[in-house]
């Protein structure tokens, strides 16, 4: 069974920084992409950032310059670090894998929440 776990997700203030943490199990995503969804209350889910083994680290223009995602493909697992959070960074973040940039990933994590308060 594939699983997806996230962690490292809470509540900060604005201008504060979070680090989530996914590790995937029961197969491996070494040269698949990984990466991050969120879901803001009342809006549909995006993308958020992902890493390619070809195509390098792409993110969505709302994040660009405060959020990296990284991988430990040793590890089998995928990071989200998040500095200068607003307000609207608020939301469920879910872990992803194996997808294309613009696809859709045929893995989920079950999310985890974010709060940023002002």
């Known amino acids: 069974q594939v699983q997806l776990v996230e962690s490292g997700g809470g509540s900060v203030q604005t201008g504060g920084s979070l680090r989530l943490s996914c590790v995937g199990s029961?197969?491996?995503?070494?040269?698949?992409?990984m990466g991050w969804f969120r879901q803001a209350p009342g809006k549909e889910r995006e993308f958020v950032g992902g890493?390619?083994?070809?195509?390098?680290?792409r993110y969505a223009d709302s994040v660009k310059g405060r959020f990296t995602v990284s991988r430990d493909n040793a590890k089998n697992t995928v990071y989200l670090q998040m500095n200068s959070l607003k307000p609207e960074d608020t939301g469920i973040y879910y872990c992803?894998?194996?997808?294309?940039?613009?696809?859709?990933?045929?893995?989920w994590g079950q999310g985890t929440q974010v709060t940023v308060s002002s």
């Open positions: 890493s390619w083994t070809v195509g390098g680290t």
């Open positions: 992803a894998g194996d997808f294309n940039f613009g696809g859709d990933p045929n893995y």
């Open positions: 029961g197969r491996t995503f070494n040269g698949y992409g």
